[in-house]
């Protein structure tokens, strides 16, 4: 394939990952953040990176969080929010997480292929992507698919908020 074969794979594929995500979901996971005292995000592999890079995009706008295995990550109660990121909603580490996050009245989202999952379960909130045969490698398609899902919450997110100070609350130390 040359270059033109490849992006139009690429971005066709993102574009039907993202065919099932509605204007409600991205308002919901907006009210769900900005309700929250503080949000944890979790998430293993390749959509553990993108929910990572979602966690620094949070705290560039002020909010208060942090990604499970930091040092920092706060003890959570039924007034914070729970983010996790899994394809099958059944990697167990996750599912054990979630189930204490639950125990302690968390409010869960997920974003994930599978809202039917053991974590779908628990969750306040699914977020569902649509799940197709990817000709990428791997989990490349849904790793690129939820960084494109974060970033645009993120754009919405950021309407109204001053971005001199998102700006300003990015680090200069990379």
Same mark, same amino acid.
């Given at each position: 394939?040359?270059k033109n074969e490849?992006?139009?794979?690429?971005? *066709?594929?993102?574009?039907?990952m993202?065919?099932?995500?509605?204007d409600n979901? #991205?308002d /919901?996971?907006i009210?769900?953040?900005?309700n929250a +005292?503080?949000?944890?995000?979790i998430g293993?592999g390749?959509?553990?990176?993108?929910?990572k890079?979602f966690?620094? +995009?949070? /705290?560039?706008?002020?909010?208060d969080?942090?990604h499970y295995g930091?040092?920092?990550v706060?003890?959570?109660s039924k007034?914070?929010l729970? #983010?996790?990121a899994?394809?099958? %909603?059944e990697t167990?580490t $996750?599912?054990?997480?979630a189930e204490?996050a639950k125990k =302690?009245?968390?409010?869960?989202l997920?974003v994930s292929?599978?809202p039917e999952?053991?974590?779908?379960?628990?969750?306040d909130? /699914?977020v569902?992507l649509n $799940?197709?045969k990817?000709?990428?490698?791997?989990?490349s398609a849904?790793e690129?698919? *939820?960084?494109? !899902? =974060?970033d645009?919450?993120?754009?919405?997110?950021?309407? %109204?908020?001053d971005?001199?100070? #998102?700006?300003?609350?990015?680090s200069? !130390?990379?």
């Amino acid at each position: 394939m040359n270059k033109n074969e490849l992006e139009s794979l690429v971005t *066709t594929e993102l574009h039907e990952m993202l065919s099932t995500v509605t204007d409600n979901d #991205i308002d /919901t996971v907006i009210s769900m953040i900005k309700n929250a +005292r503080k949000i944890v995000t979790i998430g293993a592999g390749r959509m553990g990176y993108s929910i990572k890079s979602f966690t620094m +995009r949070l /705290t560039h706008m002020g909010f208060d969080a942090s990604h499970y295995g930091d040092t920092g990550v706060p003890f959570t109660s039924k007034e914070d929010l729970v #983010i996790f990121a899994s394809s099958s %909603g059944e990697t167990l580490t $996750n599912v054990c997480l979630a189930e204490i996050a639950k125990k =302690y009245e968390c409010k869960i989202l997920l974003v994930s292929f599978n809202p039917e999952s053991s974590i779908g379960k628990l969750a306040d909130y /699914t977020v569902k992507l649509n $799940n197709i045969k990817s000709k990428q490698l791997m989990k490349s398609a849904p790793e690129h698919a *939820t960084y494109m !899902l =974060y970033d645009m919450i993120a754009l919405k997110l950021s309407e %109204g908020m001053d971005i001199k100070q #998102i700006e300003n609350n990015h680090s200069i !130390l990379e």
